[in-house]
Nanobody, 127 residues
Framework: QVQLVESGGGVVQAGGSLRLSCAAS????????MGWFRQAPGKEREFVAG???????????NYEDSVKGRFTISRDNAKNTVYLVMNNLKPGDTAVYYC?????????????????WGQGTQVTVSS
């Protein structure tokens, strides 16, 4: 079983920044497509960002339109960790953020494509 543990959430004022981390188990982490999702109160879970490492070592990323230019997803395959740096946070970013893994390496934005999920970490952005 792949285990994912998120950390780095907290309370921040609008315009501030946070860095979320997701530590993953697994010997083939670099082959996993990793994603960040979030779920705000009263809303369904939505895709935020995804990242895939190609065979040549290059990373491919994709983002939800609302976070482009503000959020950056990255990964350190030697540390089995994926990150989400969130800048210029807005109250609308308030949500529980989840880390997810697709062991087949498909960098899709579809929630159902991810097989393993972390417990989530709360991000609260105050005005």
């Amino acid at each position: 079983q792949v285990q994912l543990v998120e950390s780095g959430g907290g309370v921040v004022q609008a315009g501030g920044s946070l860095r979320l981390s997701c530590a993953a188990s697994g010997r083939t982490f670099r082959r996993y497509a990793m994603g960040w999702f979030r779920q705000a109160p009263g809303k369904e879970r939505e895709f935020v960002a995804g990242i895939t490492t190609n065979w040549n070592g290059g990373d491919v990323t994709n983002y939800e339109d609302s976070v482009k230019g503000r959020f950056t997803i990255s990964r350190d395959n030697a540390k089995n960790t994926v990150y989400l740096v969130m800048n210029n946070l807005k109250p609308g970013d308030t949500a529980v953020y989840y880390c997810a893994a697709n062991l087949r390496g498909a960098g899709t934005a579809a929630e159902t494509s991810y097989e393993y999920w972390g417990q989530g970490t709360q991000v609260t952005v105050s005005s």
